[in-house]
């Protein structure tokens, strides 16, 4: 009776007729054989609407190497995604990338920098014919951001990706000691962080850990998983909504991002992942799908040993730019411990101890570099938060 | 999971962060950075010299006992120096231009002048539906993008004062 009792209590918080109807005049038992039989209706409607999008998204799930098979199958598909570059096209990288840019950027106090012109139509008309023609003026600020360009940029001159338009900027965030950087080759340092340095080879030791994740495609590898899992919960969503379907239970999430389960199936198919090209990419859509990118990144972050490896392209990117590797120690040593706590940041020790073992080896970058003060001109460290 | 199973687990983890790890070794390859760079016959930025191309391939010897910013190399059967910062365990990949994985060679990708496109529709839009802060936020990233532009004929003459390279 208990069963039965509880059984009628999940179908009328589910309001189905059928089971009202019975239960309503008194045939309990045919309330509950309802409800079961609605549960099972719902249940299809869900895996129809599941298989679907499924096959919707596989090109997107093939692009990360997410593939059905035995172990060794699926090891393939990772290794032939990675070469791939996880089907993210240069296009496509630098479009979510400022997206993305912008999200991480507008935390704290937003960009550190002094800008003229803050009209974004006049600024787009500008840098679309020529990105030159939009310029920093003179200021405190600005000669920070014009140091931090130039020692990112010519960090970046030694890695695998040279020839990439980098954009290196500030965020206005004292509390916050962080780094980030998204596709397409946007670095942002807080000034938390920037607060913590004492000279210019631990400004480029940070600035070299974020450029290896970009050469390494690690943001690329999270957002192209983050975009294939998207898919598949909008374009479920569109289908249940398609089949009449938006109240079944254990289809809320899907059916409250089923709007843009249209535009992530053509998303899904065509252009190369251009979101400037596509006509149903507008405001809201990129609100929901950057968004959704971002909290991803905050949630997973990257893996261990992206992590190691960015820090062992770090170090090297650090020499190729003429400075000394012992500056990223000292560096990783001033981090808050509870990067490791809460992210998936290996430990600050581990990190040390690592970058110690190329040291012991003798490796390219272990000794001969050089840890100059910051210049003149750039006032250190950049002036607190009003 | 059995306790030893687990050890082995762990074992296996640091033994891949390990692997991960593995740097450049003397005996290794090493590309050439920049324009214009030179390999020394000694271990100092002056006197004879070879002109070197950038991306050309050396073996890395280490660097000199006398100046461990000058690194000895072998180029072409010819023993020489050049100063780290001249040096690049990486050489330029190529880019991602298609969705199916194609790529094209890093050179013909920095001629495209596709590289130099400047923040994109898609990220208007975001900023726009995010209200003024991400405007304005956006805004500054644009003057970053035209700045980042301009300074890049200011990093020979940065690495030369800050003491990183450059000849004598």
Redesign the interface.
Known sequence: MKRVIVILSVSLVLVNCASLRAASSGNLAGAAQAAAAEAEAAARKLKEAKDKADADCK?LNT?IGSIDGDDAAKAKALEEAK???Y?????????????I???Y??TGK??F?D??????EE??KK??KD??????SASEK?DL??FI???G??VA?????????????VIDNDDTVNAYSTPGG?ILITTGLLRLMEN?AQLAAVLAHEIAHV?QRHSIKSYAGAKATSCNIAVTGYYLVEAGASNIPGGEEFVKNAKFGKTMKAFAKDN??D??KNPD???????WF?NRIIDFQNLTGNA??DE??A???G???M?????DTKEFDKIIDKLPSSWALFSHH?SNG?RIE??G??RT??????????A?AF?ANVKWPPKPAS | MKREARWALIALAVVCAASAMAGVAKGGKLYIKGTGVSMWDKPEASGKKTALKNGDEVTWNGPSEKDKSMHEVMFKNKKGFVQMANLTPNKPADEVTSSDGKTTSAQAFASSGAATKAMSESGIKYAKGEGPSAEETAAGLIHLEGSSEEQKKNIADHVKKAGLGGEK
């Not at chain 1, 990105?131 to 920093?136: E, F, G, P, S």
């Not at chain 1, 020499?319 to 400075?323: K, L, S, T």
């Open positions: 090109p692009r070469a791939k570059g089907g993210v096209s240069w296009t496509e990288e630098r479009a979510i990338g400022g997206a840019a912008v999200g950027a507008k937003g960009l920098v800008i003229s012109e803050k009209k974004l600024l787009q840098a679309a990105r030159k023609a939009v310029k920093l600005n951001n014009m360009q130039v020692v940029d010519h001159l030694g890695s695998t990706r040279p020839g990439i338009s980098w954009t290196f900027s946007y210019e050469q190369d992942g979101l400037d990419v507008d405001v809201d859509f990129m609100r950057t261990k040993e190691y490896d820090d062992r392209i170090f090297e990117l020499a190729a730019g003429g400075y290996p581990d690592a970058l073992k190329l080896e003798g490796a390219f970058g272990a000794d001969g570099g050089k100059p210049p």
